[in-house]
DNA sequence: GTAGGTTAAAAAATCGATTATTTTGTCTAA
DNA sequence: TTAGACAAAATAATCGATTTTTTAACCTAC
């Protein structure tokens, strides 16, 4: 199932690698920590090399910052960098969205349909919300899948997870859901009648809401 | 000097991972070759790890894929990725330059020109073009330097690398050199005038032809 | 008291060897 | 012949131990 949303060239991804990167995205680090490998690997329960191999990856894909001879630590946060990557998001998602409402199938409308309503009936509270952000994603990601550019959608998914950097910051998160929900139902919506324009609009005020939660949690956070 | 230029975050990289970016990007492998990692072992004159470790960032830099278990590729070559890496690069640089025009200062226009006159009096012959190449992209980075966005610039770099991989394919490539050549300077005089609009224009133009020598080369190639 | 320098402890990176997996080659039976 | 199973070889991945580098503590001289 799901065909039409395949994964970006060059990952064949450790169960290591993956749950580090939930962790980093969730905040389950602070920002800025340096990591200890020797804790990580009781922790995690891996071996050196395992745990190493992983950590390469994930500084390469800006999880993580590598340092000359002194391990690994997690990128510090920024109102620059907050504001760069909801303005890059806003640029390049919807550009992703105005390609993938020009090429989606029947298929697509289908998928879409589907995530949106898995995402509306997720249980919040469950999980500590980790369903629910796994939905989310998941509704994004199928959004723009049908884009036709394999390295956007992969600039995409990397600037998703370093915006829930922020977003995800603090406890829990069901602040203004009611509001943001509605909206990836109204983009289903004007995804479907084909209303590129309109998609796009929405697409702008949704990143920005999101912004806006995630910069308060930021300001709330330092 | 050139304290402009700041690398992406999250990279303090080893000398094996400059190494074989450089030899990936340069076309020393065959596109879908399996690299033997023993062999790469004495090639390079490297141990174990720090290989599989700077072969991990690479993976996930997009410059190899990994499989399961069965080790490292070259990712092939297709025609219609070479298509979705030229759009987005005219659509990325042409955003970056953009920005840069706004708000590069007078250091950003020394450095672009001492930047393009490097690059007109880099001898192509020498060290099998390495020394221009090197050149050539710094050329490029510098002109977007001062777009303000560190993810932009960082995902700029990540497709000039696998846009490379296409446009030296096969020997050499003084190729149309000097009508390339002339638009660097083009360039810099448009964006020494801020005018972002003909600048951009201009981009365009440059990344199309630099896209028909790399579609020619991908061509003969296959 | 503090700056500078030495040593000890901690941590990161690398190495050599082992283990697990895949690939290749060979044999057998239909 | 050829498909399938088995064994052997090759290769990838992982582990435990060693080496190197950094960090911290301590001491001495000014």
Redesign the pocket.
């Known amino acids: 199932m799901n065909k039409h949303i395949q994964l970006p060239a060059g990952s064949a991804s450790?169960p290591i690698y993956d749950v580090l990167r939930r962790d980093l995205v969730g905040g389950r680090f602070k920002a800025g920590e340096?990591?200890?490998?020797?804790a990580l690997k009781e922790q995690y329960q891996?071996?050196?090399?395992?745990l190493?191999?992983a950590l390469n990856k994930l500084a390469a894909y800006g999880l993580l910052v590598?340092e000359?001879?002194?391990?690994?630590r997690v990128p510090k946060l920024s109102r620059e960098e907050l504001d760069d990557i909801a303005r890059l998001r806003t640029e390049l998602e919807g550009m992703a969205l105005e390609r993938a409402i020009a090429h989606g199938d029947a298929v697509w409308e289908a998928d879409l349909l589907a995530a949106a309503h898995r995402l509306k009936r997720a249980d919040i509270t469950l999980d500590k919300g980790e369903e629910w952000e796994r939905l989310h994603t998941q509704f994004h990601r199928t959004l723009v899948a049908p884009c036709g550019s394999v390295w956007l959608l992969r600039f995409i998914e990397q600037l998703h997870d370093q915006f829930d950097r922020y977003r995800r910051l603090g406890p829990k998160m069901p602040t203004i859901r009611q509001e943001l929900d509605d909206q990836h139902h109204e983009l289903v919506e004007l995804a479907l009648k084909r209303d590129a324009s309109a998609a796009r609009a929405l697409m702008d005020d949704h990143i920005h809401k999101s912004y806006e939660v995630a910069l308060a949690r930021y300001q709330k956070h330092a």
């Open positions: 450790s340096k990591l200890a490998i020797n891996v071996g050196l090399s395992p190493r191999e590598q000359n001879q002194r391990g690994f």
